[in-house]
């Protein structure tokens, strides 16, 4: 079963996947880490330290999950970048997931499900997903699209 992960704002779902079929192990305590949460891994920390020399307000937990309100497109070409430079086996296996027979059907069935829960311009691409906004002041987007991820076949976690 696919996992996609999720949290209030939009999540950088490609890359979640690809730390879950990777095993998300971690390497130990970082003590350069900016989190006071879970341990994370040095590829973690370089990541979120690439992010945040380019900007943006992450920790090295949470920089894979996408807050509204902000160019995702950016951030997203941000990541993406970071990753290949600090994280290069992540990066790869991204790319194959997104091209993961189950997972591109796990993306049109949550595009048909959030369609017909009112949301008539969601896309069924993972990318064109990611970078998707809600409309303003929607609290009952993240449950709704959770719900249609779960209905898909993907085990959904929060974070």
Known sequence: ???IATRTGIAAAFLVLAGVL?????????????SSGP???N?????????????YDVTDDDYRFFPTGEDLH???EVLDECTKE????????AEEAQNDPEYLAIQVKVGKCMREAGYADF???????????????????????AKCFERAGAKVMTH
């Not at 990777?22 to 900016?34: E, I, K, L, M, N």
């Not at 590829?43 to 900007?55: F, I, L, N």
């Not at 600090?86 to 296996?93: I, Y």
Request: glycine share 8%; charged share 25%.
């Open 74 to 76: 950016d951030r997203q």
């Open 43 to 55: 590829a973690d920390h370089a990541v979120a330290s690439c992010m945040r020399d380019a900007g």
């Open 86 to 93: 600090h994280d290069p086996e992540t990066a790869r296996q």
């Open 123 to 145: 896309p069924d691409t993972a990318r064109e997903a990611d970078a998707y906004s809600p409309p303003a002041g929607d609290s009952a987007f993240e449950g709704v699209r």
């Open 22 to 34: 990777a095993g998300c192990s971690t390497t130990g305590p970082d003590p350069a880490s900016s």
């Open 39 to 41: 341990a994370a891994s």
């Open 1 to 3: 079963m696919t996992t």
